[in-house]
């Protein structure tokens, strides 16, 4: 009984690590567009600081606990692929 429930939270455990990485390349795209409008809007100052915060509000809602490094280089990698798709 305990091997079929290890099992299962092993099974459960990979899934979620394989969304891992989609959650959090989408959400951070998610969250540069969102600083980008509020920046034009003249919402805020710091986009990449709104970005950061926003990333990591939406992975912590989700049961995602991301360290901040991680958070940051995400929206850097969300930025180059948004704003330099032409070049």
Same mark, same amino acid.
Request: aromatic letters at 4%.
């Given at each position: 009984a305990i091997s079929a429930?290890? *099992?299962?939270?092993?099974r459960a455990l990979t899934e +979620?690590?394989?969304n891992y990485g989609w959650v959090l390349e989408e959400f951070a795209t998610i969250?540069?567009?969102?600083?980008?409008?509020?920046? *034009?809007?003249?919402l805020i100052k710091d986009k990449k600081q709104y970005a950061v915060? *926003?990333?990591?509000?939406?992975?912590?809602?989700? +049961?995602?606990?991301?360290?901040?490094?991680?958070?940051s280089a995400a929206i850097e990698a969300a930025v180059l692929q948004e704003f330099n798709r032409d070049k």
């Open positions: 429930w290890l *099992i299962a939270k092993v +979620g690590l394989k969250a540069v567009r969102a600083a980008e409008q509020a920046n *034009i809007a003249g915060e *926003i990333l990591d509000k939406s992975l912590k809602d989700h +049961g995602f606990n991301v360290n901040l490094d991680v958070i």
